[in-house]
């Protein structure tokens, strides 16, 4: 069990190993009963502050957690009061002397309002609330997202345009420079959608680009540490909406993203991270929901960072690609736990994705209880550009666990593709993808399951519905 205190409230959740879907837990506060559900994770809100609790958890009738809890200490809300809170005109400045002034006691509260601006930066020990109706709503003028800012994007070390929200400054030491930055409450941040690509690629016409690798991303965390995401509504990126690189200790629930069509328009997108956990977030976007990477070809490898220690759960897609590892993984990824998810409203479901130049590996990961439209583990011919590593990506250690695959495989566009329940299909000359384990497995739309060149691929107790 782990747990999160910021504001008034605590968040419990579960590991995987600690999750059954039939067992009920049951959460306890100073001895009385809260809930009791067959749910992954619980908040108990409206506490007192810097106060001590009693937190004790049963899963069934055993005893999981039980701990004494303090809740954070009550700071001084500062009220954002600016020039013009309607969207009429760019009040970036205005915004960012907020965040620059306040401090580490201090809660910056946006009120019921459209906040109209182009990139903010945030510094270390920022606590930001977004009350219900308040939008942090980006420009669609590329100008205000400069100066560039040393950014990653698909595995190139690029300069592009400063994002919306911009945590960290991105070095490649992977050591963190900013720490303690939450963003939560009932609000919205959205970004300038289609029509900051086409002012972005305007300013760009004389420079040689490849799948505008200089856009921005709506939320960029760099060599950050401890950064909570919660509750809010995220979305309408020119890009990537959610974008951590070289962080650690990253906590992102109970949002919801959205995407309007554009190319890469991922929900969230861990980049050479580490200890990073997903919760109940819900996805309607026009690419991966989530897409683990570490970079790519001779410069993932050089950098060598891999991305570990990530959990996914209690997430669900109402459109998108699904949930992804790749294909950028040079400098590998390991201990992924997938669990109690729904991705079936997804074109491939599961998708764990390399190149024959890639290089780098995948291992250690963990899937249970997940409703799917598919599970796709092979090699791609996109974003095959740049030079070859010199090594052949290794994918190993999977296990896939009380799995229902639909077969729907429908795009967010509502376009349907005909794909293998499960494929996994590695690389003929190279045996590099073994040791993967499928047991009770429950197809509806049998589609096939093929399985090619994989070494100890075991599949058990597969069943129609």
């Known amino acids: 069990m782990k747990f999160l205190v910021y504001g008034n409230k605590i968040v419990l959740y579960l590991t995987l190993d600690e999750y059954d879907k039939d067992s009920l837990y049951s959460y306890y506060l100073d001895e009385q009963l809260i809930k009791k559900d067959k749910i992954t994770n619980f908040t108990f809100n409206n506490l007192d502050y810097d106060t001590s609790y009693h937190i004790c958890v049963l899963k069934d009738d055993s005893i999981i957690f039980e701990q004494d809890i303090i809740t954070s200490k009550k700071k001084e809300d500062v009220i954002v009061k ?122 760009e016409k004389d420079h040689p680009v490849i799948n505008d690798r200089f856009r921005n991303r709506l939320i960029n965390i760099s060599n950050s540490s401890n950064v909570i995401i919660d509750g809010l509504h995220i ?36 980049d050479s991270c580490h200890d990073m956990d997903i919760f109940s977030n819900v996805f309607f976007v026009g690419d991966d929901c989530i897409a683990i990477k570490s970079g790519k070809n001779p410069d993932g490898n050089i950098v060598n960072i891999p991305c570990y220690n990530i959990s996914v759960f209690d997430c669900l897609s109402l459109g998108s690609h699904g949930f992804a590892i790749g294909s950028e993984i040079s400098g590998g990824v390991y201990n992924v736990d997938v669990f109690n998810c729904d991705f079936n409203k997804s074109i491939f479901g599961i998708h764990i994705k390399t190149t024959l130049k890639r290089g780098g590996y995948v291992k250690n990961v963990r899937v249970k209880n997940v409703l799917t439209s598919t599970i796709q583990i092979h090699s791609v011919n996109y974003n095959d550009d740049g030079e070859p590593a010199g090594t052949i990506t290794e994918f190993s250690n999977f296990s896939f666990d009380d799995i229902t695959i639909l077969g729907d495989s429908i ?12 494929l996994v299909d590695g690389f003929k000359d190279y045996p590099t993808f073994k040791d993967m384990y499928f047991n009770d497995i429950k197809i509806k739309h049998k589609k096939g399951i093929t399985i090619n060149n994989a070494t100890n691929c075991v599949i058990n107790n597969v069943k129609e519905i």
């Open 82 to 203: 600016v020039s013009d809170n309607k969207g009429n005109k760019v009040i970036t400045e205005e915004i960012q002397s907020f965040l620059d002034n306040a401090n580490s006691n201090n809660r910056i509260v946006f009120p019921k309002g459209t906040y109209l601006c182009g990139a903010l930066f945030i510094k270390s020990d920022t606590e930001i609330y977004l009350q219900k109706d308040a939008v942090i709503l980006g420009s669609v003028n590329a100008k205000d997202y400069l100066p560039k800012i040393k950014s990653r994007f698909e595995g190139h070390n690029v300069m592009s345009y400063a994002s919306l929200i911009n945590i960290g400054e991105l070095e490649h030491n992977n050591v963190a420079t900013t720490f303690d930055v939450k963003i939560y409450g009932e609000g919205m941040i959205y970004g300038g959608d289609k029509e900051l690509r086409k002012d972005m690629l305007l300013l």
């Open 235 to 270: 979305g309408k990126s020119a890009c990537w909406n959610l974008h951590p690189v070289y962080s650690n200790h990253i906590y992102i629930h109970h949002c919801d993203f959205v995407s309007g069509g554009l190319p890469n328009g991922d929900g969230i997108d861990p």
């Open 411 to 422: 795009g967010p566009d509502g376009r349907t593709y005909e794909l293998d329940n499960i």
